[in-house]
């Protein structure tokens, strides 16, 4: 298969742009847009927070060796 020339490109163009309409690619461009930044600054944002720690010793059920201990 070979890559679509420039003037397949151009015939897609209009006809994409005639049955959408110059108004409706530009709100969905704008649309796209404020949704990459929403995105990044949902990222920004959870870069800055600090992430919970979690201790693992203190969380973890007893080992099977420290109930044996205190069984017997």
């Known amino acids: 298969m070979h890559a679509p020339g420039i003037w397949g490109i151009i015939v897609v163009a209009i006809v994409v742009i005639l049955l959408f309409g110059r108004g409706k690619i530009a ?15 949902g990222m920004r944002d959870e870069e800055t927070k600090p992430s919970p720690q ?19």
Do not use: N
């Open 27 to 41: 709100g969905l461009m704008g649309e796209v847009a404020s949704g990459i930044k929403s995105f990044q600054k």
């Open 54 to 72: 979690i201790d693992a010793t203190a969380s973890a059920e007893p080992t099977r060796e420290t109930e044996k201990a205190k069984d017997a």
